[in-house]
């Protein structure tokens, strides 16, 4: 294929248009697509956004684009990114780059016109395929456009020296199979063994993020054994346990992962990571702990991994299903069934998708003759209790016949 296909949506947009037509006329054929939206293209994914590399330096770049009167922001300009928005629409624009000195975790850059030069910083092949504003392509290292066709995630040029460059990748690499890739390039995950230690000098919240993206993909075990093979889980999970498994077996962590990603398909659950993350974790709340604090969780996902912790475990009844979804919600609920892959349990929740409301607040005992004070928190929470054992059962009326009951007998 030397050309994208003439019926590209986005490449026949009037807004990609604009923006090209205002960098040629800075600098005739001096900007080309790259990255995602052509790889994508050639492999039948959606686009979801869309990149631009030019020759022009970032300060050009924006003159360039005010002369055509399209909004610029500076959005990295260290870097050489600035991103043009069109109708909402945005296109982030980098110039063409060679690394002049990395360490590991980020790059000190110089601008160049050369694409080769450009071509040969970035990461995979296959994210290394440049199209003009006809679609017309360019494969500057050689493979990418064979790497697109077969699913195939290789390193551009030297793997170790790629990862020595930025460690993040070891992280995209598996990313990218997990989302791209057919199967594994042995070599790549070779280089990715060797170079894992390199993963301790990247921010947590970084590690995070990119493992979010990675566990997003459609199917993921198959990548996260991957990692487990050469050992990355073990260096951004150091308190992992391998999950818990008895080390003379040969179940794996993605084994794990597969079982969610199975009750997602089941259960017609939206892929999400945070709960296939679950899978790689004992339900201990010193690994859910632990694990909070090396990817540096937000609140509500620390407590969204705790709370797995509570619940009961093994359900004997409906009315055990339907108290602990009161109690801890239906996202705990959903996140329990899908590890655990119990059906029976799932058909009770499905048959009760509502949360129930307890029917009573305080007003309600004040309008009954209580006067204000702490007695009527620990009287509600005795109501609470009574009439989660009763199964939701009791209307606002029964609940106040029981109050009354109560407060004679007092």
């Not at 991103?83 to 790059?107: Q, Y």
């Amino acid at each position: 294929m030397t050309s994208l296909p003439a019926d590209t949506g986005w490449l026949n947009t009037d807004e990609a248009r604009c923006v090209m037509a205002a960098l040629d006329a800075a600098r005739p054929s001096g900007a080309r697509f790259v990255g995602g939206c052509v790889r994508n293209t050639l492999m039948g994914r959606p686009v979801d956004d869309i990149d631009i590399a030019t020759q022009l330096t970032p300060e050009n770049t924006i003159k360039a684009l005010e002369l055509a009167n399209i909004r610029a922001i500076p959005t990295g300009l260290e870097h050489g990114t600035v991103t043009a928005i069109v109708n909402h629409i945005p296109f982030e624009i980098t110039s063409l780059r060679r690394d002049v000195e990395t360490d590991g975790r980020r790059a000190v850059v110089a601008f160049t016109e050369d694409w080769d030069e450009d071509a040969q910083r970035r990461d995979f092949r296959l994210n290394a395929i440049y199209a003009d504003a006809d679609g017309k392509l360019y494969d500057p290292t050689g493979g990418g456009l064979d790497d697109a066709a077969a699913g195939r995630v290789i390193f551009i040029g030297d793997a170790d020296q790629r990862l020595r460059e930025d460690y993040l990748r070891i992280l995209r690499f598996f990313r990218f199979n997990a989302w791209y890739a057919r199967k594994v390039d042995e070599d790549g995950l070779a280089a990715c063994a060797r170079q894992k230690e390199g993963l301790k000098q990247i921010a947590a919240e970084r590690i995070w993020k990119e493992l979010k993206k990675l566990l997003s993909a459609s199917w993921v075990h198959p990548s996260v054994t991957d990692m487990q093979r050469a050992g990355i889980l073990d260096i951004i999970l150091p308190h992992w346990l391998h999950a818990g498994l008895p080390m003379d077996t040969d179940v794996t962590a993605g084994s794990y992962v597969e079982d969610i990603e199975d009750s997602e398909t089941a259960y017609d659950l939206p892929i999400d990571p945070l709960r296939r993350l679950m899978g790689l974790l004992p339900i201990e709340e010193p690994a859910m702990t632990a694990t909070a604090d090396a990817l540096r969780l937000s609140n509500q996902e620390r407590d969204r991994l705790l709370v797995q912790v509570k619940l009961a475990g093994y359900y004997e009844s409906a009315a055990d299903v339907r108290r602990d979804q009161y109690l801890f919600g239906r996202e705990a609920m959903l996140d329990w069934v899908a590890q655990i892959t119990d059906y029976n349990v799932w058909e009770i929740l499905k048959a009760n998708p509502d949360v129930p409301v307890f029917p009573l607040k305080g007003e309600d005992l004040l309008k009954a003759g209580l006067e204000a004070g702490p007695a009527i928190g620990d009287l509600l929470r005795e109501l609470e209790a009574w009439w989660i054992e009763g199964d939701f059962a009791a209307g606002k009326a029964e609940l106040l016949e029981e109050l009354e009951r109560r407060l004679k007998a007092d």
